[in-house]
């Protein structure tokens, strides 16, 4: 369009001003030349109509008028082309001779007739009528006129003929100056503009570019050096704008990356986390299905973490678990997938449906690393890892089943001494069902009395009894008897552990009285704690609360744990039981010898007595080994000035070489197995030395 543009515009305008400029002068200077023409032509008529007047005024007087002379003179106008026709009359208006000038047509002269009619229509000088300048001129005095004369002059054509002359004149030069004023204004207009182009040009730049920081300076007059400073302040605002977003984009994106990470990934060992792994693990057995392909899962956790945490602190606890990441990730092949579960619980996918020696040399090559020693903040840390194998296969690739079932290899890997691995088989689904069921069952056995309390006897060197170990005994209408060994682990791993313990308290505390009036005021009772009771803030309330229901002695009640549960829980243990010595309680560590790094924490824990484990006493006489250990602990335990009790005595070789060495205490088949309250106060019961006990069974 042509008026898309400022310049164009500006052009469009500017010419048409100048072109009505032009017009407007033009047709002034034709009203005025018309003006000045009319006003020339009367006068020139005007004058010659006077001196032909004042010459026939002589004519006219003679007595005889001569026509003749009349004609002569009017053969003046002859020199005047644009005179009609001329006509003198005398004083009565009778018509004398007549003039035709060359303007007339043929037909036009013969009519040339004016009578007095006509002549009343013209006044006396200087007129005009339709488009002719009249003269009409009185001859003589006005008092006494001796004749008249009359001369019509063209007016109209000369003065259209003037004016086209001066048109062609004037037009050509009025087109120049248009012209040049065009070409003027198109030139200042491209001067005017042309710091507005450099600025839409580096605008242009600009939007190509996305470079703000081009400099902004355009000279020219005031208002274009103000408008080009504040572009170019502008310009620096937005490039600084700019930047600032460009740094905040970055920083949000960079947000955005690490938030992804801390979705997907752990931000302890940088592995990928539960959410990320169970999500490709999804993609992965859907692909693995519609390709008839296999998966194989390792589920993995490292045993004795939580000892490792309690102990060294969390610090150490998250290097071990970056270093043994680290080390597990070795054996791994291209593709393969190791995510952190949680906690101390790992996760391996090994794709492309691997064989069974290479997962089985995976599994064992992990097991075998993990288990070597790791060297944290100057300590030297053991610890194994129990591995469980599933195939997608065997889950008929449903996610939970698959991991169900690895989880429930690696349980097995526990339960059947940890730091192995095991491949599920569909038969540990019937156990892990048990597990359930023994699980949901415990709160119902508890409340239908199913559980019973066995007490196994203690003796000192002369076989008499100085005390009982409380031992939990399950008879289940729907599973039948359930070990202890079995119903513990998983009241633990199900949280039951906890209601087991108040559960047995009670009724130890209970049974208290009964058992001292029977075998005597100093009989200690035995009672074993988890470490989830250890946790338990109620607990030391409840014992606070039976002691005093019960009048019971605190010297009487003895509290075990294992040497494995204190160690997971070094810190936790010691306050409880430092709050339990406070009671005037006493402290026993069981299974002695079975654990890790015992010799270097028995100088920090505050104990009452060491129990030496079955499996060192079995041992006793037939490996030489278990032997010198055996004494060597309990030398040690003397030194410490603790109170010794040897576990599993079931011969009298064992209880002599024991008894030789200076152990305190005794337990086992040999004195007497575990029995209820019922069977164990039906017998009366009389210190005799070097005698078998009564309720030997």
Request: proline letters at 2%; glycine letters at 6%; a negative charge.
């Amino acid at each position: 369009m042509i008026f898309k543009t400022i310049r164009s515009t500006l052009t469009a305008i500017n010419s048409l001003a100048i072109a009505v400029l032009c017009t407007a002068v033009l047709s002034f200077s034709i009203f005025v030349h018309e003006d000045l023409y009319r006003e020339a032509v009367t006068g020139d008529l005007d004058g010659l109509s006077n001196n032909m007047a004042y010459d026939l005024f002589g004519i006219l007087n003679d007595s005889e008028i001569d026509n003749i002379s009349i004609s002569t003179m009017l053969l003046r106008l002859e020199e005047y082309e644009n005179v009609k026709y001329a006509v003198v009359f005398d004083k009565d208006y009778n018509q004398l001779e007549t003039y035709v000038g060359e303007t007339l047509q043929v037909d036009d002269k013969l009519q040339i007739q004016v009578d007095l009619d006509q002549l009343s229509n013209f006044k006396l000088g200087m007129s005009t009528k339709d488009g002719e300048l009249i003269s009409y001129k009185l001859v003589g005095e006005k008092d006494m006129p001796s004749g008249y004369l009359l001369i019509v002059n063209d007016l109209d054509k000369p003065l259209n003929r003037s004016k086209l002359s001066l048109l062609y004149t004037v037009l050509p030069l009025t087109f120049v100056v248009i012209g040049m004023g065009i070409a003027l204004s198109l030139w200042f207009n491209s001067r005017m503009l042309l710091p507005f182009q450099k600025l839409a040009r580096l605008a242009h730049k600009i939007k190509e570019t996305n470079d703000y920081s081009i400099d902004i300076n355009v000279d020219g007059k005031q208002e274009v050096i103000d408008l080009s400073n504040e572009i170019s302040s502008m310009m620096d605002t937005i490039h600084t704008e700019e930047i600032k977003n460009k740094q905040y984009t970055e920083q949000l994106m960079q947000q955005r990356k690490d938030m992804e990470r801390l979705a997907n990934f752990d931000s302890l060992t940088g592995l990928p986390n539960r959410q990320f792994f169970m999500e490709t693990l999804r993609k992965s057995l859907s692909a693995a299905q519609n390709d008839h392909d296999d998966m194989v899962l390792l589920y993995f956790d490292l045993d004795g973490f939580k000892g490792v945490n309690d102990t060294h602190g969390h610090e150490v606890g998250d290097k071990l678990l970056i270093e043994a990441s680290k080390r597990t990730q070795r054996f791994l092949r291209h593709g393969d997938v190791i995510a952190r579960l949680g906690g101390d619980e790992f996760l391996i996918l090994l794709y492309n449906d691997p064989n069974d020696f290479v997962v089985t040399d995976i599994a064992e090559r992990i097991i075998k690393e993990i288990s070597k020693p790791f060297y944290i903040n100057d300590w030297e840390i053991q610890i194994s890892v129990s591995l469980g194998i599933a195939r997608a296969t065997d889950a008929n690739y449903n996610l939970s089943d698959f991991v169900s079932n690895a989880d429930v290899a690696m349980y097995k890997s526990k339960v059947q001494g940890k730091n192995t691995h095991t491949i599920f088989v569909a038969e540990m689904m019937e156990d892990n069902k048990r597990r359930l069921v023994i699980a949901n069952s415990i709160a119902a056995g508890l409340r239908n009395d199913e559980f019973q309390v066995y007490y196994q006897p203690k003796v000192n060197s002369n076989e008499d009894i100085v005390g009982f170990e409380a031992l939990l005994r399950w008879n289940s209408p729907e599973l039948g008897f359930v070990s202890p060994t079995e119903f513990i682990i998983i009241a633990e791993q199900s949280g039951k552990i906890n209601q087991i313990t108040e559960w047995l308290l009670k009724e130890v505390l209970f049974d208290y009285s009964k058992i001292l009036n029977h075998f005597g005021e100093n009989t200690v009772i035995s009672v074993n704690l988890s470490a989830h009771d250890l946790m338990n803030n109620k607990i030391l309330d409840l014992i606070t609360a039976l002691y005093e229901r019960y009048l019971i002695n605190p010297q009487c009640i003895e509290f075990e744990v294992t040497e494995s549960t204190y160690l997971e829980n070094f810190d936790m243990a010691n306050k409880f039981f430092e709050n339990v010595r406070g009671l005037g309680s006493s402290i026993a560590l069981d299974d002695f010898g079975t654990g890790y790094s015992s010799l270097s924490y028995l100088t920090q824990i505050q104990l009452n007595t060491l129990k030496i484990d079955k499996q060192f006493v079995d041992n006793l006489g037939i490996s030489k080994r278990s032997t010198l250990v055996t004494k060597t602990v309990i030398e040690m335990a003397k030194q410490l000035n603790l109170n010794i009790c040897a576990e599993g005595v079931e011969t009298r070789q064992q209880m002599e070489f024991l008894v030789a060495h200076g152990c305190h205490q005794l337990q086992g088949y040999l004195f007497g197995k575990p029995t209820d309250l019922e069977s164990l106060l039906a017998k009366p019961y009389k210190k005799e030395s070097k005698k078998k006990l009564p309720f030997n069974l």
